[in-house]
């Protein structure tokens, strides 16, 4: 079975610094695709970048970006230029490429706040 | 971002009672997936739903649970008799895109006294 570990459960960061989120997976499937969502006070689950296992290329989106290691399985996320509302919850996911068949498993997230 | 919804936002209910959760998927979808959250926890996958038939569910998904496409474009899950351990955020969440990325809804809490 697939795990997703993240080991940190708090971080914190300087508004304007930069921070990256740990994370480590577990499986033996060749293809598959990681996620990290974001849950912000109001709980709903935020799509902030996803990766797919045979890209090389680390996904980016604006002020976000991914480390993506195959070898190591590592997916750590990086958010450069920190804001306020960038605290939150943010949960590493992992997924087969079952297509729409195919369910997430989760880590235990990690809680990030943010220094003014 | 595609919108999914979810309805009632928070629920409240006696042990032992029956709840219906409700989930508008992205139109013309035939997948969607529900998950749970308890307080402070990770999110787990309850059960995914397609054409109208389970296609795989959790070992949290027993008899209590079960989901339904009453009129074509609602989805509901149904928990028979509620416990208190069931107290918790349910999300549904419709897969998208080339990548099958799952977007969810914004969530139904239920609180179980």
């Known amino acids: 079975a697939q795990t997703v570990t993240q080991s940190q459960p708090e971080m914190s960061v300087q508004e304007a610094e930069t921070v990256t989120l740990s994370c480590t997976y577990d499986?033996?499937?060749?293809?598959?695709?990681l996620f990290w969502y974001k849950q912000p006070p109001s709980r709903q689950m935020i799509l902030v970048i996803r990766q797919e296992a045979y890209k090389q290329q680390n996904a980016t989106e604006n002020r976000f970006s991914v480390n993506f290691q195959k070898a190591a399985k590592s997916f750590s996320l990086k958010i450069s230029d920190s804001q306020l509302g960038d605290a939150a919850m943010y949960f590493c996911?992992?997924?087969?490429?079952?297509?729409?068949?195919?369910?997430?498993?989760f880590g235990k997230g990690i809680t990030l706040s943010v220094r003014p | 971002e595609p919108e999914v919804t979810q309805t009632p936002s928070h629920q409240v209910t006696q042990m032992g009672q029956e709840v219906i959760l409700r989930c508008v998927p992205i139109s013309n979808h035939l997948y969607f997936y529900w998950y749970r959250q308890i307080l402070g926890q990770k999110v787990e996958f309850l059960v995914s739903?397609?054409?109208?038939?389970?296609?795989?569910k959790s070992e949290i998904f027993d008899d209590q649970f079960s989901v339904e496409r009453p009129d074509g474009s609602n989805f509901t899950l149904k928990i028979r008799s509620t416990k208190l351990e069931d107290s918790a955020m349910y999300f549904c969440a419709s897969p998208v895109g080339p990548s099958d990325t799952q977007y969810f809804g914004p969530g139904t809490r239920l609180t179980v006294l």
């Open positions: 499986t033996s499937e060749s293809d598959y695709y």
């Open positions: 996911a992992y997924r087969t490429p079952g297509g729409a068949n195919s369910k997430l498993t």
């Open positions: 739903f397609y054409n109208n038939e389970i296609s795989e």
